[in-house]
């Protein structure tokens, strides 16, 4: 497995005492320990020279097979580039969504490469060196890839000049991973730095480990009004099977009386009453995925050595019951964490990468309301967290009226970037959505306005059948918005 070499003492990296007290203080760096994710093994192809391009479609003004491309392994990641013969000097970075816990490190494509190439755009993607939930990985070697992208060109017989803008976009994992790229922390701490113009995260884990701790608080909650409130938080295998009985008759389309009152907790848990929830539960097919999450310790999978879940500050609500609220939140158990599980290191960035909302680039994020595995709340604590920083003026963030996980069209990825790269280059910031109000997102048609339905050839037949469970369950968007 790749680790990243250890952060050498520069006056970037250790420049002030209370940075030293911040890692646990001491006159000099310590060995950091080692956790489970560091004994394993990860595999990445390092046969791959080059792959396939893609096929032609009708508009294409670029023939795709006319690309350069390149694939290799770079510090124990493989890698994919691209880079069209009408190059204009813009390399776009693509950082990839989970990918389980296998061996097999694979590469993908961005899901608007056509229209880079189109638009004369580079990309290069890596596989990062790990799987598991690695944002740290992800960040290092999405940033080493994009410094040595040049020398990769020179080495395959291409001479390039340095990228005039270096944009980076990414689903899911990927979109904690651009978070914490461009973020300030990184720059300081990071191994592997990489000055970034403009980001585009997609159905993002845009609060690090919040997203963790709202999947335990789905958990605790259902324990709770399954009538399992004080059941240990790591023992939910003895009760899964009553808890989804007691809730569901059919996981998740079809819940009981009880189950009700909770998918309006897991509601409130999310975002709030919005759009596309209900669409979300009934068809989406997200939330059993989050589901799936419950009953770990709290590491993440060994990514962590100690317990990070916090839902000590949640309150949880049941829309219209402010009985039924009160009791549930007088028996459900809390969660804390254990102290500094996710603390600044010494050896570059922390374990799960922070996203701080500490940036001045241009950033446009998209998000899917029926989204509940990595769910539409995650907007509302970046939002928050941007404000906090006073860095708003740098963010832009639209609700797309989607009924799972990053189930975008091409069309509406292809806008949010085009709207990014615009702002960065002629400074003039693209409109947005309101996430935090709670009257605005719960309107009928919030989401209308950049969603856009509208699908291509690169499109692919989930998204295409989710669209159309959408648009023969809910009212149409008014025209023209």
Known sequence: MHVPSRLKLTSIALATAAALAACGGGDGPEPEETRAQDSRTFTADATAKTFAPMAAAPGDVVD??????????????????????????????????????????????????????????????????????????????????????????????????????????????????????????????????????????????MGDTELFNQFAAMQVTAQALAGFPTNPFTKWSDISAQVTSALFTTFPSAPTATGLAYLSVLQNITGGVRPMFEQGIAFGGSFPSAWGTFGGDGTISGILNRNVLDTRAYTYTITGDAAASAALNAAVLKVAPDADANRLRRDGLRWIPAVNGDFKIPVVSIHTLGDLFVPFSMQQTFQRRVAAKGNSAWLVQRAIRGASHCDFTIAEQVAAFEDMARW??????????????PATVAAPTYGCAYTNNTLGPDDGATVRALRQGILGSSPACPAGS
């Open 424 to 437: 960065e280059r002629e400074g003039v910031k693209p409109s947005g959505d309101d996430v935090v109000t």
């Open 64 to 205: 795709m097979s006319t690309t350069s491309r390149w694939a290799g392994v770079l510090g124990n990641a493989a890698y994919r580039v691209e880079v069209p013969a009408n190059w204009n000097g813009k390399l776009v970075m693509y950082a990839h969504g989970y990918r389980g816990t296998g061996a097999a490190l694979t590469v993908s494509d961005p899901s608007i490469r056509r229209h880079l190439i189109q638009n004369g755009y580079a990309w290069a993607a890596s596989s990062y060196s790990t799987n598991y939930y690695d944002v740290r990985t992800g960040v290092e070697d999405t940033n080493a890839l994009a410094n040595e992208f040049t020398k990769i060109a020179a080495a395959n017989q291409r001479t390039l000049a340095a990228p005039s803008r270096i944009y980076i976009m990414g689903h899911s994992m990927g979109g904690h991973v651009v978070g914490a790229a461009i973020d300030a922390e990184a720059a300081s701490t990071a191994n592997n730095r990489t000055r970034y113009h403009g980001a585009v995260p997609m159905c993002g884990v």
